[in-house]
């Protein structure tokens, strides 16, 4: 615990004190989630739903105190991957276009147990439809023209 960050260290102080009942009630909160998950996966080869609830913030604050004006705690904006991590499920972020102001939006694509190589396919698929590479050129080459540099373009087409 003690190289993890702070607010990991928290998270583990405060889990120490939890009794062995909300233990077990966590666990079976936990298993009966996968059980449905894995119902679900029944149904759809993958589900494809946004990585992150907020636009990107600023790199001093550790979370967005507000989304969509409304207030959000430490983890707000992780609402759409806690279930997926808890269920152990598969997942990979894929680029799509920009949000109104040009920021980076993503999309995960969650897959059921064991389910890698197939979600790897979808989102290759995805990605040559997107056309991500020329946004992130574009990116580049903005910011080396701040640096008064110039990109090797043949290096970021292989991105």
Known sequence: VSQASPPYQEMATSGAFLSSTTLWNGLNEIAQLRNQIDQLFEQY?????PSIAALAWKAEERFPTTIDNEAVGPRGHAIF???????GCPALNVPTQPANNGQAIGMQLIGSMGSELSLLAIGRTLEKHINWQERLLGLWTAQNNENTQQPNASAASNL
């Open 45 to 49: 080869d993958a589900i494809l739903m």
């Open 81 to 87: 991957t806690g279930w997926v991590n808890a269920c």
